[in-house]
């Protein structure tokens, strides 16, 4: 009535799997009815084997692996924040020594003249605002 089949082999006409047994890498078959028995038979064994609430064990679980997530999510955030930063802070002070070298380009000689008119132009806007 039971018969133990390999792995990656055909389960024969009129049966059907009850367990997979992990030990010797077999499938385990009964004729159609009975697999189902068997089955239930099977998953109540070893629900009795691993202390009967399982799912106690497994909400730990899930509760601890939403933590380390959790977890794994803040420090993801923390790090894309770092980096936008550094690269706020890089274009900061990139943008300030352009600014300084084109005020340093603006005081050569050839610039004097628009330099000058700028001048007349502030000190005319200043007189008129006072």
């Given at each position: 009535?039971?018969?133990?089949i ?9 049966y ?6 992990m ?7 009964y004729?159609i009815p ?5 089955r ?7 629900r ?35 980096i ?13 020594q352009?600014?300084y ?28 605002r006072?």
């Amino acid at each position: 009535m039971r018969k133990e089949i390999p792995e990656f082999t055909c389960i024969p006409k009129g049966y059907g799997l009850a367990y997979r047994c992990m030990d010797r890498l077999v499938l385990i078959c009964y004729p159609i009815p009975f697999n189902l028995i068997v089955r239930k038979w099977h998953d109540f064994y070893w629900r009795i084997m691993s202390g009967w609430f399982p799912v106690k064990h497994e909400k730990k679980m899930l509760k601890i692996s939403k933590e380390i997530r959790q977890k794994e999510k803040n420090k993801l955030k923390q790090y894309i924040n770092d980096i936008q930063g550094r690269f706020y802070r890089k274009g900061y002070n990139e943008g300030i020594q352009k600014g300084y070298t084109e005020g340093y380009e603006a005081r050569r000689a050839e610039n004097i003249d628009t330099l000058k008119a700028i001048r007349k132009k502030c000190s005319f806007w200043k007189k008129e605002r006072s």
